[in-house]
């Protein structure tokens, strides 16, 4: 099973910029959905951003993003790396949180490609002061 490790948090100023990276362990997974959740104090876990590929190098990946983010925060592949960024701009104060990476994906069975599969990461916290 692939494993995850968030890396990029940590204490900012208001109006600042944070880069959270996620590794992924392994890169011979079929990748369903992959995507940036978040969670405050007292608050439910809640969607940050979602990146689904395309289907082949034709067509893009598919991006959506909750709509207190949308127009500062950006989610991105990078395959080479095997990783998956949030690029977080004109932070605020309530996107204080922990930060957990998600990846929904299949493995190659030798009877064909298992049942899609959830991994979360262990979760990188994020402050913004006022």
């Known amino acids: 099973q692939v494993q995850l490790v968030e890396s990029g948090g940590g204490l900012v100023q208001a109006g600042g910029s944070l880069r959270l990276s996620c590794s992924l362990s392994?890169?011979?997974?079929?990748?369903?959905?992959m995507a940036w959740y978040r969670q405050a104090p007292g608050n439910a876990r809640e969607l940050v951003a979602s990146l689904t590929p395309g289907e082949s190098t034709d067509y893009g990946a598919s991006v959506h993003y909750g709509d207190s983010v949308k127009g500062r925060f950006t989610i991105s592949r990078d395959v080479e790396k095997n990783t998956v960024d949030l690029q977080m701009n004109s932070l605020k104060f309530e996107d204080t949180g922990v930060y957990y990476c998600?990846?929904?994906?299949?493995?190659?069975?030798?009877?064909?490609?298992?049942?899609?599969?959830?991994?979360w990461g262990q979760g990188t916290h994020v402050t913004v002061s006022s």
């Open positions: 392994r890169n011979n997974i079929l990748i369903n959905t």
């Open positions: 998600y990846v929904r994906g299949q493995n190659w069975l030798p009877t064909g490609w298992s049942s899609p599969r959830d991994t």
